[in-house]
């Protein structure tokens, strides 16, 4: 599947700059590609700032003609997973909902946005980091310091859309019977104790709408990814 690559050397964010495009017009192509590896103002979930370190984090943001639902997210971090099994051995597991870990450190955090007909969703990857801020020094981590290999970033930036768009296509931007089970045996959460909203329980599953299914002393609990983190593992 083609799509158009839009490549900046430098952006407040690439997420910003995703929805800026889609409000001057339609996009030529049903996907479009944008990458920095210097972004400024990196916005995370919830609010938060993501940090990235100028040159060495791919920053970037695919356009996929999928009206938004929390599956999108879900799905990408599982085509995420294909991308960076494509170019390491490294043993990479999900942080639900969309934390990609290795070592139980994050290596790659997404946010989905959306306007009416359109995901942007975006996606920054520990690639060539050998320093983090110390702010997030212990609970990060990157593909360089689990292999000691540099790795290239529009070749990155290409290789997470091309399995992003495949996981989609394949999936229709559902979460399918198959993808869901995929996804679970990926979760680094199932099985460990969590704490959200105040509480605590045991991850034993992912609900049909994404939803983390936490066991708890009152029962199951269906947490909602747009509300809450999980803390478990960092
Ligand atoms: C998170 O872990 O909270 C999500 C982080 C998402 C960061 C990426 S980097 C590219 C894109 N542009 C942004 O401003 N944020 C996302």
Same mark, same amino acid.
């Given at each position: 599947?083609?799509?158009?690559?839009?490549?900046?050397?430098? +952006?407040?964010?690439? !997420?910003? %700059?995703?929805?800026?495009?889609?409000?001057?017009?339609?996009?030529?192509?049903?996907?479009?590609?944008? %990458?920095?590896?210097?972004?400024?103002?990196?916005?995370?979930?919830?609010?938060?700032?993501?940090?990235?370190?100028?040159? *060495?984090? $791919? @920053?970037?943001?695919?356009?996929?003609?999928?009206?938004?639902?929390?599956?999108?997210?879900?799905?990408?971090?599982?085509? /995420?997973?294909?991308?960076?099994?494509?170019?390491? *051995?490294?043993?990479?597991?999900?942080?639900?909902?969309? *934390?990609?870990?290795?070592?139980?450190?994050?290596? @790659?955090?997404?946010?989905?946005?959306?306007?009416?007909?359109?995901?942007?969703?975006?996606?920054?990857?520990?690639?060539?980091?050998?320093?983090?801020?110390?702010?997030?020094?212990?609970?990060?981590?990157?593909?360089?310091?689990?292999?000691?290999?540099? %790795? !290239?970033?529009?070749?990155?930036?290409? @290789? /997470?859309?091309?399995?992003?768009?495949?996981?989609?296509?394949?999936?229709?931007?559902?979460?399918?019977?198959?993808?869901?089970?995929?996804?679970?045996? $990926?979760?680094? !959460?199932?099985?460990?104790?969590?704490?959200?909203?105040?509480? +605590?329980?045991?991850?034993?599953?992912?609900?049909?709408?994404?939803?983390?299914?936490?066991?708890?002393?009152?029962? !199951?609990?269906?947490?909602?990814?747009?509300? /809450?983190? /999980?803390?478990?593992?960092?």
């Amino acid at each position: 599947m083609n799509f158009d690559i839009i490549k900046l050397n430098e +952006t407040e964010s690439t !997420n910003t %700059y995703a929805k800026a495009l889609l409000k001057s017009g339609e996009p030529s192509m049903p996907f479009t590609l944008v %990458y920095t590896e210097n972004q400024t103002k990196g916005r995370g979930r919830l609010g938060r700032e993501w940090l990235s370190t100028q040159g *060495d984090t $791919l @920053c970037m943001s695919l356009i996929a003609p999928y009206p938004y639902n929390p599956a999108v997210t879900l799905i990408s971090a599982v085509g /995420v997973y294909h991308a960076l099994r494509e170019i390491t *051995d490294a043993d990479i597991k999900i942080k639900w909902p969309n *934390d990609l870990i290795i070592d139980n450190k994050k290596i @790659c955090g997404i946010l989905t946005e959306s306007t009416d007909k359109y995901a942007v969703i975006g996606i920054g990857i520990n690639l060539n980091t050998t320093e983090f801020p110390k702010e997030i020094a212990h609970k990060a981590t990157s593909l360089k310091i689990i292999t000691g290999t540099r %790795y !290239n970033t529009e070749e990155t930036a290409k @290789c /997470v859309t091309k399995n992003i768009i495949s996981v989609l296509t394949n999936t229709k931007g559902f979460l399918t019977e198959a993808l869901l089970k995929e996804y679970t045996a $990926l979760c680094a !959460n199932i099985g460990i104790e969590i704490h959200f909203k105040g509480q +605590t329980g045991i991850a034993v599953g992912i609900a049909p709408d994404g939803s983390l299914i936490a066991k708890t002393k009152n029962g !199951n609990e269906f947490i909602n990814s747009g509300e /809450v983190t /999980v803390s478990g593992i960092y």
